[in-house]
């Protein structure tokens, strides 16, 4: 079965931290690039961070840079987003998504393959 599944959302104070998780399965992980975009009430969805297929370069919205860290395992087929300082801004639903072209300003469209999302509340 071909699915993406976030975890590791939840309910923290701001200047707190999370780590997002996402496992992929069902298709070859290493030929994607992964992504996370977030969602919040009201908004469209928005580029949070992406990872070339290798890991090897990471790429981030300006709103999260040097406060976010995206990373992938292509062993254990998974991405995760660690997240510190957060604050109440970040509040969204996130989502993993997985793509094969590289954009410097990546839109939601560049993504075919999309997980559920997971729940990130900062409380101020």
């Not at 496992?23 to 928005?46: C, D, H, L």
């Not at 981030?60 to 395992?73: E, L, M, N, P, Q």
Request: proline content about 2%; charged content about 15%.
């Amino acid at each position: 079965q071909e699915q993406l599944v976030e975890s590791g959302g939840g309910l923290v104070q701001a200047g707190g931290s999370l780590r997002l998780s996402c496992v992929a399965s069902g298709r070859t992980f290493n030929r994607y690039i992964m992504a996370w975009f977030r969602q919040a009430p009201g908004k469209e969805r928005e580029f949070v961070a992406q990872i070339t297929w290798i890991g090897s370069s990471g790429y981030y919205a300006d709103s999260v840079k040097g406060r976010f860290t995206i990373s992938r395992d292509n062993v254990k087929n998974t991405v995760n987003l660690q997240m510190n300082n957060l604050k109440a801004e970040d509040t969204a639903v996130y989502f993993c998504a997985a793509g094969t072209a590289w954009r410097a300003t990546p839109l939601s469209s560049d993504f075919g393959w999309w997980g559920q999302g997971t729940q990130v509340t900062v409380s101020s």
